[in-house]
């Protein structure tokens, strides 16, 4: 099943190589993307108490129009 979707994404005349060079760099970016977001939710994760409260007191000072 995997060959045969491969070869028709390959096209007639395609690259059935040139298809999985193709999709192992779309999963290895995709996977390097994720393990960023992940770095970068547990940045906000670790701070997000001490930044709430910077935020509530600097609110504090925020003028009502």
Request: hydrophobic share 40%; aromatic share 4%; proline share 0%.
């Amino acid at each position: 099943a995997t060959i045969r979707v491969i070869t028709e994404l390959a096209g007639k005349n395609g690259n059935r190589s040139r298809v999985i060079e193709e999709a192992v760099s779309v999963l290895a970016t995709a996977r390097k993307r994720r393990e960023r977001d992940n770095r970068d939710r547990a940045i906000l994760d670790r701070y997000a108490a001490s930044m709430n409260k910077d935020v509530a007191d600097v609110l504090k000072y925020q003028v009502r129009l």
